[in-house]
Nanobody, 122 residues
Framework: QVQLAESGGGLVQAGGSLRLSCAASGRTFTNYVMGWFRQAPGKEREFVAAVQGNNYKTKLADSVKDRFTISRDGAKNTMYLQMNSLKPEDTAVYYC???????????????WGQGTQVTVSS
């Protein structure tokens, strides 16, 4: 199995930045996709961004693609989400996920982390 561990969440003011990390361990593969989803209280879980392991192709939600950057360090099996110009509506629990398909559908991901809280104050 694959284990995922998120870190980097916290409390920031609107306009600030945070950098989330997700480290993968266990039975990982070099071409595994790693992605981020988020869920706010009372809201549906939504796709944020994902990156492939072979060619580092990325996919980002329209709501964040001008503010967030996703990257991956293959040697460390670690994915990063650089979040700039944060807004209160970005407040949510952010979940790391992995799977085989570069997709914005949660069902396409096999493994999930426990989540890290991101809170943006106005």
């Amino acid at each position: 199995q694959v284990q995922l561990a998120e870190s980097g969440g916290g409390l920031v003011q609107a306009g600030g930045s945070l950098r989330l990390s997700c480290a993968a361990s266990g039975r990982t593969f070099t071409n595994y996709v790693m992605g981020w989803f988020r869920q706010a209280p009372g809201k549906e879980r939504e796709f944020v961004a994902a990156v492939q392991g072979n060619n580092y192709k990325t996919k980002l939600a329209d709501s964040v693609k001008d503010r967030f950057t996703i990257s991956r360090d293959g040697a460390k099996n670690t994915m990063y989400l650089q979040m700039n110009s944060l807004k209160p509506e970005d407040t949510a629990v952010y979940y790391c996920a992995s799977g085989w398909t570069l997709s914005d559908y949660a069902a396409h991901y096999n493994y999930w982390g426990q989540g890290t809280q991101v809170t943006v104050s106005s």
